[in-house]
């Protein structure tokens, strides 16, 4: 944790944040885009988020009070971000949240950069028919592989919570996996 608080100081110290923060990129960069990655499905929409994530991260980072470690505070930027992204472009094209999830994951096969086979893509599009915060859940469990106790800290869930909704989501998608 000392190491977390020294590197937060250097990215706050005028002097060394731009080397600070060029590392902060690296590191968090691959995860952060795949975070992203599974909330929006499209490759050049992610990158637009990541970016506005690193900016939002840059802007605020004189505001973070370290209650939680930097990887779930900004995990929970790219979230908001990614969830925001998703919202308005569907209001942009008269479309609910959902209609364009279900959209998107339609659209994977097209996705030069999605490289996953067909049971993949059936997955892809069970996951698009979840509850927002199930979605959620569930690619942060599945994918990122991410603990409880880390997802709790990002979506400010308990525990308990966070079980749950991964157990209906599970469920949700063995059934549409058997039907379809």
Same mark, same amino acid.
């Given at each position: 944790?000392?190491?977390?608080?020294?590197?937060?100081?250097?990215?706050?110290?005028?002097?060394?944040?731009?080397?600070?923060?060029?590392?902060?990129?690296?590191?968090?960069?691959?995860?952060?885009?795949?975070?992203?990655?599974?909330?929006?499905?499209?490759?050049?929409?992610?990158?637009?988020?990541?970016?506005?994530?690193?900016?939002?991260?840059?802007?605020?980072?004189?505001?973070?009070?370290?209650?939680?470690?930097?990887?779930?505070?900004?995990?929970?930027?790219?979230?908001?971000?990614?969830?925001?992204?998703?919202?308005?472009?569907?209001?942009?094209?008269?479309?609910?949240?959902?209609?364009?999830? =279900?959209? *998107?994951?339609?659209?994977? +096969?097209?996705? $030069? /950069?999605?490289?996953?086979?067909?049971?993949? @893509? &059936?997955?892809?599009?069970? =996951?698009? *028919?979840?509850?927002?915060? +199930?979605?959620? $859940? /569930?690619?942060?469990?599945?994918?990122?592989? @991410? &603990?409880?106790?880390?997802?709790?800290?990002?979506?400010?869930?308990?525990?308990?919570?966070?079980?749950?909704?991964?157990?209906?989501?599970?469920? &949700?998608?063995?059934?549409?996996?058997?039907?379809?």
């Amino acid at each position: 944790m000392n190491e977390e608080k020294e590197f937060i100081s250097q990215l706050l110290n005028p002097e060394t944040q731009n080397h600070a923060f060029k590392l902060l990129v690296q590191q968090y960069q691959k995860p952060l885009y795949s975070l992203i990655r599974n909330i929006v499905l499209n490759h050049d929409d992610t990158d637009d988020v990541l970016q506005n994530t690193f900016l939002k991260v840059h802007q605020h980072l004189k505001n973070f009070k370290g209650e939680s470690k930097l990887f779930s505070w900004m995990y929970r930027i790219a979230t908001n971000e990614a969830i925001s992204f998703i919202k308005e472009k569907a209001k942009k094209r008269g479309i609910s949240s959902d209609t364009l999830q =279900i959209e *998107l994951a339609a659209n994977l +096969q097209s996705d $030069v /950069f999605f490289d996953g086979n067909e049971i993949q @893509l &059936k997955l892809q599009k069970a =996951i698009a *028919l979840l509850p927002e915060k +199930q979605q959620l $859940v /569930f690619k942060m469990k599945y994918f990122e592989e @991410l &603990k409880y106790e880390e997802i709790s800290s990002v979506l400010g869930t308990s525990v308990g919570a966070l079980k749950a909704s991964y157990h209906h989501a599970v469920k &949700k998608i063995e059934l549409f996996m058997t039907v379809n």
